[in-house]
Each structure stands twice: as structure tokens, then as C-alpha cells.
């Protein structure tokens, strides 16, 4: 069993790097594989409607996309991690989503398990983990939930809130990693 967390945000280090961590040491305690991967290390471009896709199967853009195409699909799980940036997903996440449609296209993400972590300062957590639960959807992807942490600078996370009033942020983390694994040993 493999899960892979992606770290939409930008800056390195941060609250989202921070809480997708966790849940991965949460899911590798439970018993998975675990990998990272820290978009801000990446270049990504958009998708830019060539289409072609749609007769290749494969994006013809030839960046770090391609490592992440090759990381989600050798995953049982993905935990997709962004910071919340004007009530919405980042730049990097929204790359990363639309790079995704030859994977619509061809069916490679159904069927995966997939959770969201948002890290937010104040707003936007909810209705970006509603927006994501949408796109594992469209994907035929399994929701295993998802978790906000609250945090303004660097760190901030440690000492958060979580989304729920039962949970700090880590705990919320955590608990994302470990509900994965759960669900994928429940399809399998
Ligand atoms: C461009 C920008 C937009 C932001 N917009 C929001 C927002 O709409 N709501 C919010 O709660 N926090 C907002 N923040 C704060 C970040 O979500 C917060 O600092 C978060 O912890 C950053 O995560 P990171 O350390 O992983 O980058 C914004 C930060 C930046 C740089």
C-alpha cells in the first residue's frame, strides 16, 4: 500500500508542508508506504487546451508534472494538501488539478482513495475542502475526508485549531493519514 501527499503551497516549510507530514507519518504508523512531494520544488505549467491528450493518453508538456502523474498513479492513496489563498485552492494546486484531465480522461485516478488538507489562516477551509471532494468526485475517486489546520506564519499549525472543535490541527492531520489507510484497506 502506498500513500502519496502532495504540498500545493509555495512556500517551503510551511503549515500545509507541516500537516500533509503528519498525516503521512500518521498513515506509515498505520501501516502504508508514504511518499512527498513539495510542489514548490516543481515546475508546473498549466494546462493549456491542447486536447491532445485525448487521443495520446499521456500530457505532451514536458515539466515535473510528469513525476506527479507517475506518483498518483502508482498510489493506493492521495492526500492533496493547499493553503488557502483568497477563499480557494493555490495557483501550484490548481495547476496540478487541471494538468489532471488526461488522468479524467483515461480513468487513471478511479477508484484511488483520496483526502484534502487545507492549511488556512482564517477562511476558505471549508468551502476549499468542498471544492476538492468535487474534484476527487469528477475523478470516480473514494473520499476519505479531509482536515483543515489554522495558521498564519510558518509553524503556526503546531499550536491551531483544526476544523473541528474536537481536534488541533495536528490531530486533524493525523487523523486524514490515518482514515486513508483505513479506507484503502476497506476497498481491497
Ligand atoms: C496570497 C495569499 C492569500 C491568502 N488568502 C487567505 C484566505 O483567503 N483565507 C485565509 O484564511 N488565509 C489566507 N492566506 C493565509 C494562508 O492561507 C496561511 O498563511 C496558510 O497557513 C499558508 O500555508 P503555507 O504556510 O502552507 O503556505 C493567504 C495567504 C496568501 C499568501
Do not use: W
Amino acid at each position: 500500500m502506498k500513500v502519496v501527499g502532495i504540498v500545493c503551497s509555495p512556500r517551503k516549510g510551511g503549515n500545509t508542508e507541516i500537516l500533509v507530514t503528519e498525516a503521512l507519518e500518521a498513515a506509515r504508523e498505520a501501516g502504508s508506504e508514504t511518499k512527498l512531494i513539495l510542489v514548490a520544488d516543481m515546475k508546473i505549467a498549466p494546462c493549456d487546451g491542447c486536447s491532445a491528450c485525448s487521443k495520446s493518453g499521456v500530457c505532451r508538456i514536458e515539466d515535473d508534472m510528469q513525476d506527479i502523474y507517475r506518483s498518483f498513479e502508482e498510489a493506493d492513496g492521495i492526500i492533496f494538501g493547499t493553503p488557502s489563498y483568497f477563499n480557494n485552492v493555490s495557483a501550484q494546486a490548481k495547476a496540478v488539478i487541471d494538468r489532471t484531465y488526461v488522468s479524467l480522461l483515461h480513468g487513471k485516478l478511479r477508484g484511488k482513495v483520496a483526502a484534502a488538507i487545507v492549511a488556512a489562516r482564517r477562511i476558505g477551509g471549508g468551502q476549499i475542502l468542498s471544492l476538492l471532494y468535487s474534484y476527487f468526485t469528477v475523478q470516480g475517486m473514494m473520499i476519505a475526508g479531509g482536515g483543515i489546520g489554522y495558521g498564519r506564519n510558518k509553524g503556526d499549525v503546531r499550536e491551531g485549531p483544526g476544523g473541528s472543535p474536537v481536534f488541533t490541527a495536528i490531530e486533524e492531520a493525523q487523523a486524514v493519514g490515518r482514515r486513508v489507510v483505513k479506507t484503502i484497506r476497506k476497498i481491497s
